[in-house]
């Protein structure tokens, strides 16, 4: 049986991820035996779910197991009674579960490769799965043989190797393993595929399961153009401004994009901001046919921590830093903050200005045109400089003593002003 050893080196401390199943325990065998060269230091961690019968029984045999080699092992007991209380599925919330206690142990340990059994029938069975449930646009369709994680890597070095060769290594050798008697109960859906469903398909002399491997290289190499397009798009067109966590992609260029592109862009994106929790493709695709409609400006979604949203010529994503600003009275010169616009007040403006007051807008709000007679309406000014509708009711007005509007924002100076008050919006820097 030749087992992959690519992914650790001799200097290595490497972890087995062990459950007392036949293929763990095989590749414990091999780990003992003929690649016991392969790496510096051996550590076995084992996850006893507390939901079988036989699970204490397998932890005490891995205990004496490890102890009769002098291989380190420990163990991690969870409780998962609430989720099967509720009637959901324990399968996700158990591998959330076991790779925390993996990080955790493996920063503990100061360990380098954490290494699983998942070979190639688990492999082809993730990929059927995958396919089927509607999990194969977003991301790999398949396991790798190895992956980056937090501080470490994961390796599987047996996903090349079909689980019949396994059984004939476990006879050979005539090596000990646990049965999980859970394996054979197709109420659980990767059972149903593993134990039904695939097997029938062999049946048939025209079909191949294997052939999902050659699916899974194929999509690998359109993912990596997926993501090369995706990266390159975010890296010439997304604007940022941290300071007020705001980034905003052009609404055409963005919708250039094929569908998978702008799906990875706004993944890439939210794991960026760190958004949870993710969102579905059929959020993403009711955003995107908004954004392919007529509308000027649409909020898409709102929390209390992000607000996205369409504006004109963009789609933004922003925090959600919507705040009521109170009037504030101003009788000397000096600079002041008022949200996110710095306010610098000359001291050469007339004394017979103030008091001056600084406010958000108010309906039916006019001002004096500058060079031509006449007034203009605050929401017309809003309208033809495409403003955004959150950013409306940020932006100060500012009133003289005589209660006339002398500016609004950086979009508006009555022209004796010029010289005396100056006005900077922080958010566009």
């Known amino acids: 049986m030749e087992v992959n050893t690519q992914g650790w ?116 069975e993730t990929i059927f799965y995958r396919l089927m449930t509607g999990r194969s646009t977003r991301s790999s369709i398949g396991m790798s043989y190895l992956t980056a994680r937090s501080g470490y890597k994961l390796c599987r070095p047996l996903l090349t190797i079909e689980k019949a060769e396994i059984r004939d290594y476990q006879a050979r050798y005539n090596v000990q393993f646990y049965e999980d008697e859970t394996n ?109 409609s007529n509308l000027s400006q649409s909020r898409v979604y709102t929390t209390d921590k992000w607000i996205i949203h369409i504006a004109y010529d963009k789609f933004i994503i922003m925090a959600n830093y919507d705040v009521s600003l109170s009037p504030i009275k101003i009788v000397q ?21 103030y008091p001056l007051t600084i406010r958000t807008r108010k309906d039916g709000d006019k001002f004096v045109l500058n060079g031509i007679n006449g007034h203009k309406k605050v929401s017309r000014l809003l309208i033809d400089h495409k403003i955004e509708h959150h950013e409306r009711d940020q932006l100060p007005i500012i009133i003289n003593a005589n209660d006339e509007i002398i500016a609004v924002g950086t979009l508006y100076l009555q022209n004796k002003y010029s010289q005396t008050i100056f006005i900077k919006d922080l958010g566009e820097e």
């Open 184 to 292: 054979s109960q197709n109420q659980y859906v990767r059972n149903d595929i593993r134990n039904r469903i695939l097997p029938d398909i062999n049946n048939n002399e025209h079909l191949d399961v294997a052939q999902l491997i050659k699916l899974k290289e194929w999509h690998d190499e359109q993912r990596k153009e997926i993501d090369r397009e995706a990266e390159h798009f975010i890296s010439h067109f997304l604007q940022k401004n941290t300071d007020l966590q705001k980034y905003s992609v052009p609404r055409a260029q963005f919708l250039a994009l094929r569908h998978s592109v702008r799906i990875t862009v706004l993944d890439k994106v939210f794991d960026q901001l760190h958004v949870q929790p993710s969102f579905t493709e059929k959020t993403y695709n009711e955003w995107f046919h908004q954004l392919n």
């Open 333 to 353: 010169p000096g600079i002041y903050n008022y949200g996110h616009y710095h306010i610098d007040i000359k001291e050469t403006i007339s004394t017979i200005e």
């Open 9 to 124: 080196t001799q200097d290595n401390h490497i972890v087995l991820a062990v459950s007392a199943g036949v293929d763990s325990m095989v590749l414990l065998h091999q780990l003992m035996t003929q690649l016991k060269d392969s790496y510096a230091q051996l550590t076995c961690l084992h996850v006893n779910h507390n939901v079988r019968d036989m699970a204490r029984e397998e932890e005490a045999f891995l205990k004496q197991y490890c102890h009769k080699y002098k291989i380190p092992l420990y163990v991690k007991h969870l409780d998962l009674s609430s989720v099967i209380d509720k009637g959901n599925s324990i399968e996700n919330e158990a591998r959330i579960a076991r790779y925390a206690w993996f990080d955790s142990m493996m920063e503990s340990l100061n360990a380098d490769v954490l290494l699983t059994a998942h070979h190639q029938d688990d492999q082809i």
